[in-house]
């Protein structure tokens, strides 16, 4: 991968332009581990923005489901 289909991929899932430059600064100056590091918080990040935003459909969809199902 180069570098700029790395800055599309970063672009594409929401990273903000100021990760994007910190993160290829790092690239380009053979900090890979920290770039890494980096990246890991990113992903863990955006996990925990789908699990909020999981629960939050999912709550009101269980409360329908609990109020229209019959009780056995």
Known sequence: MNAESAKQCLTDIGCN???????????????????KQRLRCLRCDLMEELHVCQRRVDQPADYRKRKTSPIC
Do not use: F, H, Y
């Open 17 to 35: 332009p100021d990760r994007i430059s910190q993160l290829a600064e790092l690239v380009e100056a053979g900090k890979l581990t920290e770039a």
